[in-house]
């Protein structure tokens, strides 16, 4: 497995992670609740900003990559 592959395969990881986060935050009451799940989600949503750009970056540096 090359890199870039494997580095899709963590962003569709770190993606479904986040979207079963954002359903946990939109069905739980409790407002503390929320507030971690909300902070979670903007955690996760740096760190996948952050991989997309690297992976981004690999494409452009090893064009055989791009699409795989």
């Known amino acids: 497995m090359t890199v870039a592959s ?16 954002r359903l946990y935050s939109l069905q739980t009451r409790d407002e503390e609740t ?10 996760a949503g740096i760190i996948i ?5 690297r992976l981004q970056t690999l494409e452009l540096q090893e064009p055989q990559y791009k699409g795989n």
Do not use: F, W
Request: aromatic residues 4%; glycine residues 6%.
């Open 6 to 21: 494997k580095l899709k395969q963590t962003l569709a990881t770190l993606k479904g992670n986040q979207s079963t986060l």
């Open 34 to 43: 929320k507030l971690v799940y909300r902070e979670t989600l903007e955690t």
């Open 49 to 53: 900003n952050d991989l997309e750009g």
